[in-house]
C-alpha cells in the first residue's frame, strides 16, 4: 500500500508562482511513474505533469509547458511541482499520483487576477 500526502496549495496572484509537494510513504520500491493531475470546478479532471522515477523522464500537459516543473527527491520519496507565472485557468484541486493507481487527497490552488 502507498500513501500519497500533498501540500503546498493556497491562493496566489495572476503571474505569481507555488510550489506542490507530494509526500509517498509505504512501499516505495519498484517501477513507477509519479505526477499530477488538476481538477477546476464543473471540469474532468485533466493531466498536468508526470516523471519516470527512475529515470527522471518528464512530460507535461501543452498547457503548463515552460510554466511548470515537475522533480523528484529519491530521499525524500516527494515529487514536486513548481508552478511559475500562473494563470487563472490554473486554479483548481491538483492531485497527487503514483500510476494513476494511488492518488493523494488533493490540495486546492486558487489563482486571482
Known amino acids: 500500500q502507498v500513501q500519497l500526502v500533498e501540500s503546498g496549495g493556497g491562493l496566489v496572484q495572476v503571474g505569481g508562482s507555488l510550489r506542490l509537494s507530494c509526500a509517498a510513504s509505504?512501499?516505495?520500491?519498484?517501477?513507477?511513474?509519479m505526477g499530477w493531475f488538476r481538477q477546476a470546478p464543473g471540469k474532468e479532471r485533466e493531466f498536468v505533469a508526470t516523471i519516470d522515477w527512475s529515470s527522471g523522464t518528464t512530460h507535461y500537459a501543452d498547457s503548463v509547458k515552460g510554466r511548470f516543473t515537475i522533480s523528484r527527491e529519491f530521499a525524500k520519496n516527494t515529487v514536486y511541482l513548481q508552478m511559475n507565472n500562473m494563470k487563472a485557468e490554473d486554479t483548481g484541486v491538483y492531485y497527487c499520483h503514483r500510476n494513476t493507481y494511488y492518488w493523494g487527497q488533493g490540495t486546492q490552488v486558487t489563482v486571482s487576477s
Open positions: 509505504g512501499r516505495t520500491s519498484g517501477t513507477f511513474s
